[in-house]
């Protein structure tokens, strides 16, 4: 089964901040829909967007097809990003999905923590983990992946390493112009990477931080019917409409500065599952990276 990338989360959600006040109106139905599947709808982040202070979200990518699939599927792709406006930095720190949790006493892995509870699971797990707090979260399935890079006309990425997937050539140190279906297939190869899944987070950071780009140079990309609908098919939020609107009219500057982490762990293999093991200095480590991302 093909894995989310989970670089479409921060088209939906750069595309809100990118637009500024005047793309604002044209965005409100999409962000309305985006969250009507919510029963409630968190409001802890509106205080701090109210006041344009740092926030950070969970963005989570399911490995499903569709959103009207009865099977949820798991986040195989988790980011915290964090919005500094004052610093004007966003910062992306990958989450391996397969680090080891424990889940009503028993051995399980991150991306599960979705799949036996739902989005907020998600990020009560990570809240503990790292012992830092989110103000939301941003869930997106994979259905809508080609249509959401093809609505933004695409993107150009400079590949770390030479590989060939799903008929695409892509050489290290080149810069390559990607379609919907280009950017699935650089986001998606792991096996052949010599890092593995930290390799392919790589890729998806690097495609966020391309939109991202797209975004200061030509904000009113977003504003097409063709993206609206992309991301109002395929996102859900907890977002509230409030936060949506300070994103759209306070956080443009963190834009200015993408920052890129990753936590890493050790492999290890348990009753015959393969785990990510994080030590303490790593869960440490990227605690101190967030909570300093939002000073």
Known sequence: MKKILLWILGIALVGIIGVGATGYYFVEKTTSKVHSNDVTLSKRSDTKTNAGQPVAYLLLG???GSLGRTDKGRTDTMIVMVLNPKTQTTTMISLERDTL???NGNYAKLNAAYAYGDAQAAVDEVNQLLNIKLD?????????????VDAVGGVTVTSPLTFSYEGYNFTQNQSASLDGNGALAFSRMRYDDPEGDYGRQ????LVIQSI???????PTSV??????????DNVRSDVSLTSAKNLALKYKPAAENIKRDQMKGTGEMIDGVSY?????????RVHT???????
């Open 62 to 64: 399911t490995d499903t």
């Open 101 to 103: 949790i424990h889940i």
């Open 136 to 148: 939301g979260y941003l869930l997106v399935n994979m259905g809508g992946l080609q249509k959401l």
């Open 202 to 205: 790589i890729r998806q950071q």
């Open 212 to 218: 991202m780009n797209k975004m200061k140079t030509n």
């Open 223 to 232: 504003l097409s019917t063709t993206f609206l609908n992309a991301v109002s």
């Open 276 to 284: 990510q093991t994080i030590s303490n200095d790593e869960f440490n």
């Open 289 to 295: 990276e967030v909570t300093n991302a939002l000073k």
